[in-house]
Protein backbone atom coordinates (compact mmCIF):
# COMPACT_ATOMS: atom_id res chain seq x y z
CA UNK A 1 0.00 0.00 0.00
CA UNK A 2 1.12 3.48 -0.81
CA UNK A 3 1.33 6.04 1.63
CA UNK A 4 -1.41 8.00 -0.20
CA UNK A 5 -3.37 5.17 0.77
CA UNK A 6 -5.00 7.25 3.70
CA UNK A 7 -6.33 9.06 1.98
CA UNK A 8 -9.00 7.22 0.76
CA UNK A 9 -10.50 6.15 3.99
CA UNK A 10 -13.60 8.05 5.06
CA UNK A 11 -13.05 11.41 5.74
CA UNK A 12 -15.63 10.90 8.75
CA UNK A 13 -13.12 8.70 10.58
CA UNK A 14 -9.98 10.16 9.76
CA UNK A 15 -9.44 12.11 12.47
CA UNK A 16 -10.01 9.86 14.81
CA UNK A 17 -7.95 7.48 13.52
CA UNK A 18 -4.89 10.46 13.92
CA UNK A 19 -5.43 11.05 17.21
CA UNK A 20 -6.84 8.33 19.38
CA UNK A 21 -5.11 7.58 22.66
CA UNK A 22 -6.63 4.08 22.71
CA UNK A 23 -8.10 1.28 20.44
CA UNK A 24 -9.45 -1.90 21.13
CA UNK A 25 -6.97 -4.17 19.30
CA UNK A 26 -8.34 -7.66 18.64
CA UNK A 27 -6.51 -10.94 17.70
CA UNK A 28 -7.37 -15.00 17.33
CA UNK A 29 -5.67 -17.23 19.31
CA UNK A 30 -4.15 -20.51 17.50
CA UNK A 31 -8.10 -22.22 17.89
CA UNK A 32 -9.80 -18.84 16.74
CA UNK A 33 -10.86 -17.42 20.11
CA UNK A 34 -10.69 -13.40 19.77
CA UNK A 35 -8.50 -11.87 22.80
CA UNK A 36 -8.88 -7.95 22.68
CA UNK A 37 -6.64 -5.42 24.48
CA UNK A 38 -6.79 -1.77 24.90
CA UNK A 39 -3.84 -0.02 23.32
CA UNK A 40 -2.19 2.95 21.87
CA UNK A 41 -2.83 3.29 18.00
CA UNK A 42 -0.29 5.67 15.27
CA UNK A 43 -1.18 5.68 11.62
CA UNK A 44 1.77 4.69 9.97
CA UNK A 45 3.71 5.84 7.07
CA UNK A 46 3.07 3.19 4.52
CA UNK A 47 -1.14 3.94 4.96
CA UNK A 48 -0.68 1.03 7.80
CA UNK A 49 -2.56 1.58 10.95
CA UNK A 50 0.23 0.47 13.82
CA UNK A 51 0.11 -0.70 17.17
CA UNK A 52 2.78 -2.39 19.12
CA UNK A 53 3.43 -4.23 21.96
CA UNK A 54 6.33 -5.18 24.33
CA UNK A 55 8.96 -7.20 23.02
CA UNK A 56 8.81 -8.76 26.47
CA UNK A 57 5.08 -9.79 26.44
CA UNK A 58 4.80 -10.67 22.57
CA UNK A 59 1.78 -12.80 22.53
CA UNK A 60 -0.55 -9.79 20.96
CA UNK A 61 1.91 -9.78 18.17
CA UNK A 62 2.36 -14.11 17.47
CA UNK A 63 -1.12 -14.59 17.34
CA UNK A 64 -1.08 -12.06 14.58
CA UNK A 65 1.47 -12.87 12.55
CA UNK A 66 -0.14 -16.53 12.73
CA UNK A 67 -3.05 -15.54 11.83
CA UNK A 68 -3.41 -12.01 10.07
CA UNK A 69 -6.80 -11.48 10.24
CA UNK A 70 -7.26 -8.55 13.45
CA UNK A 71 -9.62 -5.50 14.07
CA UNK A 72 -8.98 -2.20 15.67
CA UNK A 73 -11.88 0.07 17.37
CA UNK A 74 -11.97 3.30 17.98
CA UNK A 75 -14.16 3.60 20.61
CA UNK A 76 -12.94 6.55 22.98
CA UNK A 77 -12.01 10.21 21.87
CA UNK A 78 -10.69 11.06 25.72
CA UNK A 79 -7.91 13.10 24.94
CA UNK A 80 -8.24 13.69 21.44
CA UNK A 81 -10.28 16.96 21.97
CA UNK A 82 -12.21 16.04 19.27
CA UNK A 83 -16.45 16.67 19.54
CA UNK A 84 -19.14 14.16 18.95
CA UNK A 85 -16.29 11.65 17.36
CA UNK A 86 -17.77 8.78 15.43
CA UNK A 87 -16.64 5.06 16.79
CA UNK A 88 -14.95 3.27 14.57
CA UNK A 89 -14.32 -0.17 13.94
CA UNK A 90 -11.27 -1.19 11.11
CA UNK A 91 -11.07 -4.99 10.18
CA UNK A 92 -8.18 -6.30 8.13
CA UNK A 93 -5.00 -7.84 7.63
CA UNK A 94 -1.89 -7.52 10.13
CA UNK A 95 1.79 -7.40 9.33
CA UNK A 96 4.28 -7.74 12.36
CA UNK A 97 7.41 -6.59 12.26
CA UNK A 98 10.72 -7.34 14.94
CA UNK A 99 13.11 -7.80 12.49
CA UNK A 100 15.04 -4.89 13.86
CA UNK A 101 14.37 -4.33 16.98
CA UNK A 102 16.48 -1.24 17.52
CA UNK A 103 14.62 0.57 14.89
CA UNK A 104 10.99 -0.44 16.65
CA UNK A 105 12.46 0.87 19.80
CA UNK A 106 13.74 4.14 18.31
CA UNK A 107 10.02 4.68 16.82
CA UNK A 108 8.25 3.84 20.22
CA UNK A 109 10.12 6.17 21.92
CA UNK A 110 9.93 8.91 19.71
CA UNK A 111 6.27 8.49 18.80
CA UNK A 112 5.18 7.35 22.08
CA UNK A 113 6.69 10.43 24.06
CA UNK A 114 5.43 12.66 21.35
CA UNK A 115 1.90 11.14 21.61
CA UNK A 116 1.53 10.83 25.24
CA UNK A 117 4.29 10.86 27.99
CA UNK A 118 2.76 11.81 31.03
CA UNK A 119 4.06 8.30 32.53
CA UNK A 120 7.13 9.84 32.11
CA UNK A 121 6.58 13.59 32.97
CA UNK A 122 9.40 14.40 35.88
CA UNK A 123 11.10 11.42 35.18
CA UNK A 124 15.44 11.98 35.00
CA UNK A 125 16.59 10.33 31.41
CA UNK A 126 18.95 8.28 32.95
CA UNK A 127 15.59 6.21 34.66
CA UNK A 128 13.69 6.01 31.45
CA UNK A 129 16.65 4.80 29.15
CA UNK A 130 16.66 1.50 31.69
CA UNK A 131 13.29 1.01 31.13
CA UNK A 132 14.48 -1.29 27.82
CA UNK A 133 11.67 -3.76 29.11
CA UNK A 134 8.90 -1.58 28.06
CA UNK A 135 10.17 0.42 25.37
CA UNK A 136 11.79 -3.06 23.64
CA UNK A 137 8.49 -3.26 21.02
CA UNK A 138 7.36 -5.35 17.84
CA UNK A 139 5.08 -3.25 15.77
CA UNK A 140 2.17 -4.63 13.78
CA UNK A 141 1.15 -3.12 10.70
CA UNK A 142 -3.08 -3.13 9.89
CA UNK A 143 -3.82 -2.90 6.08
CA UNK A 144 -7.21 -1.43 6.40
CA UNK A 145 -10.07 -3.84 4.61
CA UNK A 146 -13.05 -2.54 6.18
CA UNK A 147 -13.90 0.88 7.99
CA UNK A 148 -17.25 0.54 9.78
CA UNK A 149 -18.60 3.82 11.52
CA UNK A 150 -20.77 5.21 13.74
CA UNK A 151 -21.36 9.38 13.11
CA UNK A 152 -21.13 11.35 16.15
CA UNK A 153 -20.80 8.50 18.07
CA UNK A 154 -24.32 7.48 18.10
CA UNK A 155 -24.35 3.39 18.24
CA UNK A 156 -28.48 3.91 18.21
CA UNK A 157 -27.78 4.68 14.07
CA UNK A 158 -27.33 2.58 11.15
CA UNK A 159 -23.45 2.80 10.71
CA UNK A 160 -21.90 3.86 7.69
CA UNK A 161 -19.35 1.62 5.86
CA UNK A 162 -16.01 1.97 3.50
CA UNK A 163 -14.33 -1.29 1.73
CA UNK A 164 -10.79 -1.12 0.27
CA UNK A 165 -9.69 -1.95 -3.01
CA UNK A 166 -9.48 -5.56 -3.38
CA UNK A 167 -6.07 -5.51 -5.25
CA UNK A 168 -4.21 -4.78 -2.13
CA UNK A 169 -1.65 -6.50 -1.42
CA UNK A 170 -0.54 -6.86 2.53
CA UNK A 171 3.41 -7.66 3.20
CA UNK A 172 4.30 -10.84 4.89
CA UNK A 173 5.55 -10.35 8.06
CA UNK A 174 8.92 -10.84 9.79
CA UNK A 175 9.93 -13.91 10.11
CA UNK A 176 8.77 -15.64 13.68
CA UNK A 177 11.64 -16.09 16.59
CA UNK A 178 12.97 -19.21 17.27
CA UNK A 179 12.44 -21.54 20.50
CA UNK A 180 8.89 -21.16 22.35
CA UNK A 181 6.73 -17.83 23.56
CA UNK A 182 7.67 -17.42 27.44
CA UNK A 183 5.49 -18.89 30.31
CA UNK A 184 2.15 -17.58 31.18
CA UNK A 185 0.79 -16.52 34.43
CA UNK A 186 -1.66 -19.06 35.14
CA UNK A 187 -5.25 -17.38 34.51
CA UNK A 188 -7.08 -16.64 37.51
CA UNK A 189 -9.26 -18.69 39.26
CA UNK A 190 -12.06 -16.79 39.70
CA UNK A 191 -13.84 -14.29 36.78
CA UNK A 192 -15.87 -12.78 39.48
CA UNK A 193 -13.72 -10.14 41.04
CA UNK A 194 -12.54 -8.85 37.54
CA UNK A 195 -16.04 -8.35 37.09
CA UNK A 196 -16.43 -6.59 39.71
CA UNK A 197 -14.22 -4.44 39.21
CA UNK A 198 -15.51 -3.67 35.65
CA UNK A 199 -18.20 -2.76 37.24
CA UNK A 200 -17.30 0.90 37.48
CA UNK A 201 -15.33 0.84 33.73
CA UNK A 202 -18.55 1.65 31.52
CA UNK A 203 -19.62 -0.31 29.02
CA UNK A 204 -17.74 -2.94 28.06
CA UNK A 205 -16.49 -4.06 23.53
CA UNK A 206 -17.36 -7.29 23.07
CA UNK A 207 -15.43 -9.09 20.10
CA UNK A 208 -17.29 -11.75 18.34
CA UNK A 209 -15.76 -13.50 15.29
CA UNK A 210 -18.07 -12.95 12.54
CA UNK A 211 -18.08 -14.32 8.25
CA UNK A 212 -14.12 -15.49 9.68
CA UNK A 213 -12.83 -11.97 11.32
CA UNK A 214 -12.80 -10.57 14.61
CA UNK A 215 -15.94 -8.23 15.19
CA UNK A 216 -15.22 -5.59 17.99
CA UNK A 217 -18.43 -2.81 18.73
CA UNK A 218 -19.09 -1.17 21.88
CA UNK A 219 -21.97 -1.99 23.35
CA UNK A 220 -25.06 -0.18 24.34
CA UNK A 221 -25.73 -1.50 27.52
CA UNK A 222 -24.79 -4.30 29.76
CA UNK A 223 -26.25 -5.97 32.47
CA UNK A 224 -24.39 -8.68 34.52
CA UNK A 225 -26.09 -11.92 35.39
CA UNK A 226 -25.09 -14.98 37.24
CA UNK A 227 -23.41 -16.38 34.33
CA UNK A 228 -21.86 -13.70 32.83
CA UNK A 229 -23.46 -10.54 31.06
CA UNK A 230 -26.56 -9.78 28.94
CA UNK A 231 -25.51 -7.37 26.30
CA UNK A 232 -26.99 -5.09 23.77
CA UNK A 233 -25.42 -4.30 20.87
CA UNK A 234 -25.10 -1.19 18.33
CA UNK A 235 -26.84 -0.89 15.44
CA UNK A 236 -26.20 -2.74 12.25
CA UNK A 237 -24.40 -5.73 14.31
CA UNK A 238 -25.74 -8.95 14.32
CA UNK A 239 -25.58 -11.12 17.14
CA UNK A 240 -22.50 -14.02 16.59
CA UNK A 241 -22.48 -16.75 18.41
CA UNK A 242 -19.62 -18.48 19.96
CA UNK A 243 -16.46 -17.45 21.67
CA UNK A 244 -16.36 -13.81 22.57
CA UNK A 245 -14.09 -11.37 24.76
CA UNK A 246 -15.25 -8.69 27.04
CA UNK A 247 -12.39 -5.78 27.27
CA UNK A 248 -13.57 -3.28 30.31
CA UNK A 249 -11.18 -0.23 30.57
CA UNK A 250 -10.69 3.40 31.31
CA UNK A 251 -7.53 5.67 30.71
CA UNK A 252 -6.88 9.37 31.20
CA UNK A 253 -6.52 11.86 28.95
CA UNK A 254 -2.77 11.13 28.23
CA UNK A 255 -2.31 7.86 29.18
CA UNK A 256 -1.58 8.82 32.53
CA UNK A 257 -2.98 6.34 34.14
CA UNK A 258 -5.54 3.04 32.79
CA UNK A 259 -7.60 0.32 34.00
CA UNK A 260 -8.69 -2.47 32.14
CA UNK A 261 -10.45 -5.67 32.99
CA UNK A 262 -11.33 -8.36 30.07
CA UNK A 263 -12.77 -11.70 30.51
CA UNK A 264 -13.54 -14.40 27.76
CA UNK A 265 -16.23 -16.82 27.80
CA UNK A 266 -19.10 -18.25 24.81
CA UNK A 267 -22.31 -16.33 23.45
CA UNK A 268 -25.33 -16.94 21.87
CA UNK A 269 -27.96 -14.70 20.84
CA UNK A 270 -30.27 -13.49 18.52
CA UNK A 271 -30.83 -9.63 16.42
CA UNK A 272 -28.87 -6.92 18.65
CA UNK A 273 -29.15 -9.47 22.07
CA UNK A 274 -26.06 -11.42 23.06
CA UNK A 275 -25.53 -13.31 26.59
CA UNK A 276 -22.54 -13.95 27.29
CA UNK A 277 -21.38 -17.01 29.86
CA UNK A 278 -18.05 -15.96 31.24
CA UNK A 279 -15.71 -18.51 31.45
CA UNK A 280 -12.40 -16.77 32.80
CA UNK A 281 -10.62 -13.46 33.47
CA UNK A 282 -7.32 -12.87 31.76
CA UNK A 283 -4.42 -11.29 33.89
CA UNK A 284 -4.24 -7.99 33.31
CA UNK A 285 -2.14 -4.45 33.91
CA UNK A 286 -3.57 -1.88 34.96
CA UNK A 287 -1.90 1.34 36.42
CA UNK A 288 -4.59 3.16 38.87
CA UNK A 289 -4.88 5.09 42.00
CA UNK A 290 -1.85 8.04 43.07
CA UNK A 291 1.54 8.72 41.44
CA UNK A 292 3.21 7.03 43.51
CA UNK A 293 0.75 3.56 43.66
CA UNK A 294 1.18 3.92 39.46
CA UNK A 295 5.16 4.04 39.59
CA UNK A 296 5.27 1.12 42.22
CA UNK A 297 2.76 -1.03 39.77
CA UNK A 298 4.88 -0.05 37.03
CA UNK A 299 8.17 -0.79 38.47
CA UNK A 300 6.64 -3.88 39.52
CA UNK A 301 6.16 -5.07 36.42
CA UNK A 302 9.65 -3.85 34.90
CA UNK A 303 11.18 -6.35 37.77
CA UNK A 304 9.60 -9.25 36.27
CA UNK A 305 9.30 -8.37 32.33
CA UNK A 306 13.30 -7.21 32.41
CA UNK A 307 14.31 -10.74 33.07
CA UNK A 308 12.87 -11.49 29.31
CA UNK A 309 14.11 -8.77 27.79
CA UNK A 310 17.47 -10.42 26.54
CA UNK A 311 15.84 -13.87 25.91
CA UNK A 312 13.51 -12.45 23.97
CA UNK A 313 15.90 -10.36 21.42
CA UNK A 314 18.27 -13.46 21.36
CA UNK A 315 15.12 -15.41 20.65
CA UNK A 316 15.36 -13.03 17.28
CA UNK A 317 19.12 -13.12 16.60
CA UNK A 318 19.64 -9.43 18.01
CA UNK A 319 20.83 -7.47 20.39
CA UNK A 320 19.14 -6.05 23.44
CA UNK A 321 18.13 -2.68 21.94
CA UNK A 322 18.92 0.71 23.24
CA UNK A 323 16.57 3.57 24.68
CA UNK A 324 17.68 6.83 23.22
CA UNK A 325 16.36 9.86 23.46
CA UNK A 326 15.16 11.86 20.47
CA UNK A 327 14.98 15.53 21.46
CA UNK A 328 12.26 17.49 19.44
Known amino acids: ?5 STTWPREAAEILDRAMVCEYASLTRDGRPVTWPVTPYVGAGGTLDVSTGLTYPDKAERARRDPRVALLYSSAEGTELDRAPIVLVQGRATVRDADLQANTDRYVRESL ?69 SRLA ?12 AHLGEPVVTMVADGMPLAVRTRSAVRTEAGFDLR ?31 VGTATGEGDRLSVRVERALNDWSLSGNRRERNRSFLGQGRMLRKRLKAEAARRGQPVPRVTLFRR
Open 233 to 263: LPAGVQAAEGPVCLTFHRHGPAMEWQENVVL
Open 114 to 182: AKTGAGFAGMPWFLVKRLGWYFARIWVEVTPERIVWWPEGDLSRTPEVWTGPGDVAVPASDPAPTGRLP
Open 187 to 198: PPADWRPFADRA
Open 1 to 5: MTTSA
